[in-house]
């Protein structure tokens, strides 16, 4: 190679490199688009909400008066109805999601059931409401309640929890399900003593980024008929009307996060509005302490899995 | 010749592979394999890189029922009760629960080492923790892995180095005493200590079972196996002593491939 030649392949690499410059400033870019819209959103509702926040705020029921509103029975009723959730959409979800990738066969059936699967995921939250109003407030009779609420984002959470499953347990080598099956193992076997608890990890991780999206959830909801105004708590175990049970709270009205700011931003007051503020924060950081025990959780699993 | 080819007709078979073909969906991947698996020997499969040794292999614990389109023809004789693996009225779990398996690369589970030893007799329903005990450290000890790990025995079985690995997997498949085991290329993702190691091991492990290994390592065939078996697309070109395929194959084609002419 002469020097001529040495030149132009060193005048090409510079050329070449600038490329890979120019897409790291676009990525910055994008990146800073996203984090700076987040954190100016978050920053104005701290600010705005901030001075209201204390243990009297979080413990006072909504009130006409701004300053002695708080929301103790939205907290209380979002908890509830993600309790609900929770123990309706991991069995349901986990089950679908083991039998599409262990027990079915691979056909055109379950292509198009796949497909559906991933557009229920893109369904419109209200759409849910809907089917839930029909289906369990009038048909089964649940009510305008903790229980219906809970089964409806259930519903909403179904397909994340479904394709997170699915991918957790796609991440399986075949060789470890072979070496399973070697042993003399069913499928019954191969799936409790290794697929499920070794993909336990990443179905959790999907459960709580599907919970932390239900968790803001306003419009089914609203839709199945959750109260704007709640001045009392669900009964607790064995205390309601007798005969008090343990599950009366299921069967209870309630209100929850959303629904409570929904109502403060439509006061004209101020102060009204300060208080969907600090609310409003208070709902993030639920938000955020999920999408951190999520990935607590992912590297507490995962430490001892690796193939 | 004759001297030494009389007593070595009277072993014990374990299994006989009789006009054995197998298709993924319409592809025929074994033509007509008929092959006798002598009990307490070592048969080797060699053979070049698709020639359908591993699909063979796989045959004897039914591994490719797991997957759908998979067809058998003929039959695998199981000695001495003359049950017929390949049949459909025997279920593959218990063809699996008497023949075991030893996979390419390590596959040892995300569990303790005692567990990944333990696995078949769980899925046997084993509970007494005693019985479970003394077998985890029989296996252990045949797989040569016992005076390594006795200390940490509930470490992870991943922590351990490759051929350690390959050995917990051996001591999986031992402790449930297995008839027949198949190894398909176990050493091929070891180093070669490691590999001498497992090829000690098989040798030891003969005493007690019949071995059916594949390998691409025709020195590792040569070493360690009594019966070779050659294979080329799908068909059984020569089945003999080791010596004497290897020395003096019958056909032109096997000398080829040991040769290094071709392969």
Request: charged share 20%.
């Amino acid at each position: 190679m002469n020097q001529q030649e040495l030149q132009a392949l060193r005048t090409m690499i510079v050329v070449h490199k600038r490329w890979d410059m120019i897409f790291g400033l676009i990525g910055i870019l994008a990146l800073m688009i996203a984090l700076m819209t987040f954190t100016a959103l978050f920053a104005d509702m701290a600010i705005n909400g901030v001075g209201r926040i204390s243990w009297e705020f979080l413990t006072s029921f909504p009130s006409r008066r701004a300053a002695d509103a708080g929301i103790l029975s939205a907290w209380v009723g979002s908890v509830l109805v993600m309790l609900v959730t929770a123990f309706a959409a991991v069995p349901l979800g986990v089950a679908a999601g083991v039998y599409l990738e262990e027990y079915a066969r691979k056909n055109w059936v379950t292509d198009i059931i796949e497909i559906n699967v991933s557009n229920l995921a893109g369904v419109p939250s209200i759409i849910y409401g809907l089917l839930a109003l029909g289906l369990f407030v009038y048909t089964f009779g649940l009510g305008q309640s903790i229980l219906t609420a809970g089964l409806t984002l259930a519903l909403l959470i179904l397909p994340v929890v479904i394709v997170a499953t699915r991918e957790a347990i796609r991440s399986i080598p075949q060789i470890i399900r072979e070496g399973a099956y070697a042993c003399g193992a069913t499928t019954w076997q191969v799936v409790s003593d290794h697929i499920v608890p070794y993909s336990s990890a990443g179905i959790l991780t999907g459960v709580i980024i599907g919970m932390a999206r239900a968790i803001g959830e306003t419009a089914p909801i609203i839709t199945v008929g959750a109260l704007t105004f709640i001045a009392f708590l669900p009964p607790a175990p064995f205390t309601g009307e007798p005969p008090a049970g343990l599950f009366d709270w299921l069967f209870a009205p309630f209100t929850v996060m959303p629904i409570q700011m929904f109502n403060w931003t439509s006061r004209p007051e101020a102060a009204f509005l300060a208080n969907a503020a600090a609310a409003g924060f208070i709902l993030v950081l639920m938000t955020l302490a999920m999408n951190g025990l999520a990935i607590w959780l992912r590297y507490r699993l995962r430490k001892n899995i690796n193939w | 010749m004759t001297e030494k080819t009389m007593p070595e007709t009277q072993l014990p078979l374990k299994a006989e592979a009789r006009n054995l073909s197998f298709f993924y969906g319409n592809f025929q991947a074994l033509k007509n394999v008929n092959m006798p698996i002598y009990d307490k020997r070592v048969t080797s499969l060699i053979g070049p890189s698709g020639c359908g040794k591993s699909t063979y292999l796989r045959c004897f614990n039914r591994m490719h029922d797991l997957y759908p389109g998979n067809r058998y023809e003929g039959a695998i004789d199981f000695h001495p009760d003359h049950t017929d693996l390949l049949s459909s009225k025997v279920d593959p779990i218990e063809v699996r629960m008497r023949i075991s398996m030893v996979f390419q690369k390590p596959n040892p589970f995300p569990k303790s080492i005692y567990e990944n030893v333990a696995y078949g007799l769980r899925v046997r329903g084993e509970s007494a923790r005693s019985v479970i005990d003394d077998k985890v450290e029989a296996a252990l000890r045949s797989a040569a892995l016992w005076g390594e790990v006795k200390d940490r025995l509930n470490e992870q079985g991943a922590n351990l180095s490759g051929g350690q690995q390959q050995r917990l997997c051996i001591a999986r498949s031992l402790a449930t005493d297995p008839e027949l085991m198949l190894f398909d290329e176990p050493t091929s993702a070891l180093d070669p200590i490691a590999t001498a190691s497992i090829e000690e091991l098989i040798t030891e492990l003969k005493e007690k079972v019949a071995i059916l290994i594949v390998t691409h390592n025709m020195q590792q065939a040569a070493r360690i196996s009594d019966y070779t078996a050659y294979m080329y697309i799908g068909e059984m070109v020569e089945f003999g002593e080791t010596d004497q395929v290897f020395i003096k194959p019958n056909k032109k084609e096997t000398e080829d491939y040991i040769t290094g002419r071709f392969g």
